[in-house]
C-alpha cells in the first residue's frame, strides 16, 4: 500500500462578511484510490461501536477512529476489488431498489420511512449507498475463498478439503495443540505454580529484579523447594503460587505467549526462565513457573461423521480468513491511499 501524506490544513474559514467565521462540518480524511472517505463517515461508524450507556475513555475515541478508519478502507478496497472482477453494476443497483421499494411498503408509505431516516441519522441515498458497498464487498469476499463462483461462473478457488487434512489436524490435537475446543473437544490443560517478582516502585527499567529473578531460579535448579521459594517471596500468596489447570489459550491471554510457549514445550518438573510481566506495553514484573501436571486433551472419536464435519468446518474457516487477508493484502498492495493528515498506522 502506498502512503502519500497530503500537506493539506483545515484552517477555520473565514468569510468574506463580518458576521463571523463559518463552521467547519466535515472535511476529507483519506483518499482511496478514487474514493472520498470523510471525517463524518468515519465518526458516525464510530459511534455506533460504542455500547449504548458506555461512556469512552479518554483514549478510546482516537482509538476507535484510527480503527474504525482503517476498517472503511479496507471495505473501500473490498468495493472496488468486487468492481474489478466485473460484477454487474446493473445487478447491484436492481438489488438496491428493491431493497428501497421493500423498506417503503414495510414501513407504510415514503413519509412514514422519511420518518425511520430521521431516526437512523442517514439519508436514503447514504444507506442505499451503504447496501451498494456491501453487496461489492460481499461478492468478492464470496469469490475469493470460493464460496460462489466470480464473475461469468469462474471459480476462484477450491474448497475441497483433502481426508489426510482432517486426519493431521486431529493428530494435532492430540498431541496438544489448541483449539479442540472447535471439534466439542477439550484441549489439553497444565498444573502450573508461579514466582512471581514485582518491579518496586522507583527502579526503572527492572533489570535488578530480573537478576534477581535468575539467581532465585538458579537455587531452584539446585533443589530449592519451589513453595519454599514461594513462601519466601514478598508477594506470598496464599494458594502458594498454585494456578488453576489452563489451556494454551488462556495462558496466552492471561500470561502471555511466553509462558503458553513454555507449557507446550516443557516436561513436569520443568522450571521456566524468567519471564515478563506485562500490562499493554508497561513492565510490572517478572514470573517463574513450573509444570507440575498436563491433563491430556478429550477428543470425540475421529470415525464419527459429526467430527469430521466439525474439522473439515474449522480448516476451511481458517483458510478462508487467510485467503480474505491475502485477498486484502493485494488490494492494498496495488491501491494509492492519501490522507489529508500524518498517514495512519
Known amino acids: 500500500m502506498q502512503i502519500v501524506s497530503l500537506v493539506l ?40 461501536r460504542i455500547p449504548d450507556g458506555i461512556k469512552p475513555t479518554p483514549t478510546q475515541p482516537a482509538e476507535l477512529h484510527r480503527q474504525v478508519g482503517k476498517d472503511l478502507i479496507d471495505e473501500r ?12 453494476e446493473e445487478a447491484v443497483q ?19 420511512m422519511a420518518d425511520e431516516l430521521d431516526g437512523s441519522g442517514l439519508s436514503l441515498t447514504e444507506q442505499e449507498s451503504d447496501l451498494r458497498r456491501k453487496l461489492y464487498s460481499f461478492s468478492w469476499e464470496r469469490a475469493i475463498t470460493g464460496v ?54 522507583g ?10 529473578a535468575e539467581e532465585v531460579r538458579r537455587t531452584l535448579l539446585e533443589g530449592l523447594e ?26 496466552s491471554r492471561n500470561g502471555g505467549p511466553e509462558a503458553a510457549a513454555f507449557a507446550i514445550t516443557a516436561k513436569v518438573g520443568d522450571i521456566s526462565r524468567p519471564m515478563p510481566i506485562l500490562r499493554g506495553r508497561n513492565l510490572l514484573g517478572w514470573r517463574i513457573m513450573k509444570l507440575l501436571d498436563t491433563d ?9 461423521p459429526k467430527t469430521q464435519a466439525l474439522l473439515r468446518g474449522k480448516i476451511q474457516s481458517e483458510k478462508d480468513d487467510y485467503l480474505r487477508s491475502e ?6 498492495q496495488g491501491a494509492y491511499i492519501w490522507f489529508t493528515g500524518a498517514p495512519q498506522g
Open 296 to 304: 491430556a486433551p478429550l477428543l470425540p472419536l475421529f470415525e464419527l
Open 148 to 201: 460462489n463462483v466470480g464473475v461469468a461462473g469462474r471459480t476462484y478457488r477450491d474448497r475441497y478439503v483433502r481426508p489426510g487434512q482432517l486426519k493431521l489436524r486431529y493428530e494435532l490435537f492430540e498431541e496438544g495443540q489448541p483449539g479442540a475446543e472447535a471439534i466439542q473437544g477439550s484441549s489439553a490443560k497444565y498444573h502450573l505454580q508461579e514466582l512471581l517478582f514485582p518491579i518496586p516502585q
Open 77 to 88: 478496497l473490498k468495493v472496488q476489488g468486487g468492481i474489478d472482477m466485473g460484477f454487474e
Open 94 to 112: 436492481r438489488i438496491v431498489t428493491s431493497n428501497t421499494l421493500r423498506r417503503v411498503s414495510s414501513a407504510g408509505g415514503v413519509v412514514e
Open 9 to 48: 490544513s483545515f484552517a477555520p474559514i473565514v468569510p468574506m462578511t463580518q458576521d463571523g467565521q463559518l463552521e467547519l462540518v466535515d472535511r476529507v480524511e483519506v483518499i482511496v484510490n478514487d474514493e472520498i472517505l470523510t471525517y463524518r463517515q468515519v465518526m458516525v461508524s464510530a459511534v455506533r
Open 327 to 332: 485477498g486484502l493484502k493485494g488490494l492494498n
Open 203 to 212: 527502579e526503572a527499567e527492572g533489570e535488578s529484579t530480573r537478576l534477581r
Open 226 to 251: 519451589f513453595t519454599a521459594a514461594v513462601r519466601g517471596s514478598s508477594t506470598q500468596p496464599e494458594n502458594d503460587g498454585m494456578l488453576p489447570p489452563l489451556t494454551v489459550e488462556q495462558l
